[in-house]
């Protein structure tokens, strides 16, 4: 699909829709708990689809290695990966888009080490073995996600376990809201330290009641579209929150100051698309950095970004972990069409920065929303946003 942005400011209140990291992880853990859960506000979004079906199919019973397909969800793949392990002695996990793409080195050498059989050809990646507690020696600057799959398998095994970050670790956020997950569930992980995570073994995941909160991630994109000028009133965020992506609040904060700014994504890297929208629109210089991990998203999400803000009329220069922006104020050119790079995030960049160009701006591929916020278009259209799909 195709969708033709009229430009025009948005205005009107909103609430962002669940926060889909934090459904991953309660969803994990309800379908490893002893017993009945109660998940509630949930959206269908394709990344949460692959979860639960994935959850589904290793739950189902049977002898064989099960088939996982993870959609385009890397959250799904590395969460599951030690889960599979754990629960059924491996799996054979499939995706679409560039997932299968996407490292797994970490695991991988922990296999090695630990005497697990893994094969990747033809897209479908093949991990058999058995899960022994122990040590787990992991890089954190790579993403937290190999971390989080092994706080959800570890408490299953007999003995005790940890894992020990050989360098610092990024997104820490996320984890925080992992180890928040499981303690709900009853399962209890330690980090006194902020380098080494200790999981006692033979634990039980328990039944639990609980609600997922509303996305920073997609907030995100209204705050972005509030710096560009618009007046949407983003409603129903927990201030307290563990999302690691509530740093969008401060960040939104220091791009509404006129000057130069530098902002460390380190902790957020998904917020560079809607961080980005918004300082190609305002008044002064602004340094993205320490943005690496964005090269191996749904996209090269650095090159995509200068692609589509470039093509808009935005002055953007991508270096190899940063980008900088010179703000234009003044609006944008618009005028053509942009490629979405088949990255949800991406896709509503494009939407939020058209709504300051001078003539509209076709979005192909608009569809990919579906991946994270499948109701972002009807929402765009709630808060007079002027579109037209082909």
């Known amino acids: 699909m195709n969708v033709t942005i009229t430009p025009g400011l948005l205005r009107g209140a909103i609430t962002p829709p669940p926060s889909k990291s934090q459904a991953h992880r309660l969803l994990i853990a309800a379908a490893l708990a002893d017993g009945e859960s109660r998940i509630e506000h949930l959206a269908d979004s394709q990344d949460i689809q ?74 479908v990646l093949t991990v058999q073995g058995r899960l022994t507690p122990g040590t787990f020696a992991l890089p954190g600057d790579v993403s937290s996600q190999f971390v989080t799959g092994l706080l959800y398998a570890l408490p299953l095994l007999e003995g005790d376990s940890r894992i020990t970050l050989t360098t610092p670790l990024e997104s820490r956020g996320y984890v925080d809201m992992t180890l928040e997950a499981l303690e709900r569930f009853g399962i209890r992980a330690e980090c006194p330290d902020g380098r080494t995570l ?66 460390d994504v380190s902790q957020c890297p998904d917020l560079v698309p809607p961080l980005a929208a918004h300082a190609a629109l305002r008044q002064g210089i602004t340094r993205i950095v320490n943005a690496a991990r964005l090269r191996i998203k749904e996209s090269d999400r650095l090159t995509a970004v200068t692609q589509v803000l470039t093509a808009l009329g935005a002055d953007v220069v991508e270096g190899a972990d940063r980008l900088t922006i010179t703000g234009q104020p003044e609006g944008l050119a618009g005028g053509v069409t942009v490629d979405s790079h088949n990255d949800h995030r991406i896709a509503m960049m494009a939407a939020v920065a058209a709504t300051r160009c001078a003539a509209p701006v076709t979005i192909t591929g608009a569809e990919c929303v579906a991946k994270s916020y499948p109701d972002f278009w009807e929402d765009y259209e709630r808060l007079g946003g002027q579109i037209q799909r082909s």
Not at 51 to 80: N, Q, W
Not at 97 to 111: A, H, N, S, T, V
């Open 50 to 123: 692959a979860t639960r079906r994935c959850m589904a199919a290793l739950k189902a019973p049977g002898e064989d290695l099960p088939v996982l397909d993870c959609g385009e969800s890397g959250s799904t793949l590395r969460f599951l990966i030690p889960v599979a392990l754990a629960l059924r002695g491996g799996g054979r996990f499939t995706g679409r888009g560039r997932l299968m793409e996407r490292p797994q080195k970490p695991y991988f050498d922990l296999f090695d080490e630990k005497g697990i059989a893994y094969r990747q050809e033809d897209g």
């Open 198 to 263: 200790r999981i006692p073994g033979g634990q039980t995941y328990r039944p639990c009641r609980a609600a997922v909160e509303s996305d920073y991630s997609q907030a995100a994109f209204y705050y972005a579209a509030n710096g560009l000028g618009g007046q949407v009133e983003i409603l129903g965020l927990n201030p307290r929150s563990a999302q690691g992506d509530r740093c969008i609040v401060p960040y939104h904060m220091q791009l509404c100051s006129p000057g130069e700014a530098e902002l």
